[in-house]
């Protein structure tokens, strides 16, 4: 597999709390990898440490053959002119129009005239579906534009590495199918490396070749969507399930199942007997 990230024993802790400990892991080049897991397992966290956001109190990341933990800031600034980042709500600036939303990375690192930039900025424009939403302001256009116009400002400097943190926040089912097929296209386009952080396992489903499951601040396993979808770890079973029965409990940070987590995991159960003999029923008649 030719990796254009790789992770190698990256730990990083706030305090006494550990975040992430021992995470080692490749991402490939040139696909969509998920990095999913329960909320409070690191996941945002691990990818500010990709990105140079922050930088781990031990282990070494890897981005196109070159380290970057131990770089000086200058050429970390410089990896970085290969990423684009879709954060959860667009972080689009309130007072530019979508327009000039997506030009700011353009007019900001770069010496393109106006010109070059229009014909940039209304090429990912036109990918993303906002040419007729240009002159509107964030405050005037739906959620989904606005994820649209973060989509379009993360490509217009034509990344390798393109980051997505829980893009499908605050989205219908409808939209997130939209969004979804979106991502997937554009990958598929440009031949980039998207990395989505999600909770959501049918868009997961939808969008990624690679999934990597974080717990407890370590990676359980990343792999192939197939092997992970196949895999008899318990951890990664129950999530993908999206069930209360089994070791993810419900507080992350709790050693110990409290009497409301054990009656809720016993309703539960309950229930999946009560569906598994109902559907039963239905197959019989």
Known sequence: MDAIIALRDVTKSFGSHTVLEGI????PRGKTSAIMGPSGTGKS???KNIIGLLRPDRGEIWVDGEE??????KDVYRVRRKFGVLFQDGALFGSLTIYDNIAFPLREHTHKSESEIRKITLEKASMVGLLDHLKKFPGEVSGGMKKRAGFARALVMEPEIVFFDEPDSGLDPVRVSYLDELVKMIQEETGATFIIITHNIPSMMRTADYVGVLYRAGLVRFADKASMVESNDPIIRQFLAGRAAG???MDEMATEETDVERDLVERSKARQREEGHHESEVMTV
């Open 68 to 73: 970057t933990v131990r770089m000086r800031e």
């Open 45 to 47: 966290v691990l990818l």
């Open 24 to 27: 080692s892991f490749d991402i």
């Open 247 to 249: 070791p993810i409990g």
